[in-house]
């Protein structure tokens, strides 16, 4: 069964290094996306990808984030000079189209991110 | 703005018996759709139901049915004959077309034996 699949399943890295997650989503999949959750709270929206180019995106996504799908199959997510408070699960997720926008989401099994 | 809803930060249920989660949500649009993802500890996020909002009839999986009352924009989860792997947050959703996925603050849901 096809399924989304992040890299890598936990990084550790001091504060103010910069980080890159790594995410496949599944290949007929149009649409991509990155959610983060803190440990013991929500899932929290960060952008949303399609076409090429970030179709949305929430307070939470600034600066410091950026977004690339460099070669049609990864999607990834840069975090420059990271800080404690960016410690938590980083889902990737990504849905086909079905007519009426996206469908369903398929989760990754997340990256793991402790900024010390 | 959509926004999910979720009462109860925990709840639990005995082995086979039946449990309901409650969500609500509040939308503008007439077009959207909701969904129950399941997260087992240390895993990832699985759907568990969908629902579209065109669609009078609740949505049913096996175990697993939705209350979809459209104008209290109500979306209950009920889980029949609860089993020790339904342990897991459990996720309310919303979907607005051409919008983003909106998550609820979760249910931790602890079925005990």
């Known amino acids: 069964e096809p399924e989304v699949t992040q890299t890598p399943s936990h990084q550790v890295t001091q504060m103010g290094q910069e980080v890159i997650l790594h995410c496949v989503p599944i290949?007929?999949?149009?649409?991509f996306y990155w959610y983060r959750q803190i440990l013991g709270q929500k899932v929290e929206f960060l952008v949303s990808f399609y076409n090429n180019e970030i179709s949305e995106k929430s307070e939470i996504f600034d600066d410091q984030f950026s977004v690339e799908r460099p070669d049609g199959s990864n999607f990834t997510l840069k975090i420059r000079s990271t800080k404690l408070e960016d410690s938590a699960m980083y889902f990737c997720?990504?849905?086909?189209?079905?007519?009426?926008?996206?469908?369903?989401?398929?989760f990754g099994e997340g990256s793991r991110l402790t900024v010390l | 703005a959509q926004t999910v809803t979720q009462s109860q930060p925990e709840m639990s249920v005995q082995e086979a018996e039946t449990v309901t989660l409650s969500c609500t949500y509040d939308?503008?649009?007439?077009?959207?759709?909701l969904f129950w993802y399941k997260q087992p500890p240390s895993r990832q996020m699985i759907l568990v139901i969908r629902q579209e909002a065109y669609k009078q009839q609740n949505a049913t999986e096996n175990r697993f049915s939705v209350n979809f009352q459209k104008a209290a924009k109500s979306f209950s989860l009920k889980i029949s004959d609860s089993q020790l792997g339904d342990t897991a947050m459990y996720f309310c959703?919303?979907?607005?077309?051409?919008?983003?996925?909106?998550f609820g603050p979760g249910t931790r849901l602890s079925v005990l034996p």
């Open positions: 959703a919303s979907h607005n077309y051409g919008q983003n996925f909106v």
């Open positions: 997720a990504s849905s086909e189209p079905t007519g009426q926008g996206p469908g369903e989401l398929f």
């Open positions: 939308t503008s649009e007439n077009n959207y759709y």
């Open positions: 290949s007929n999949h149009l649409y």
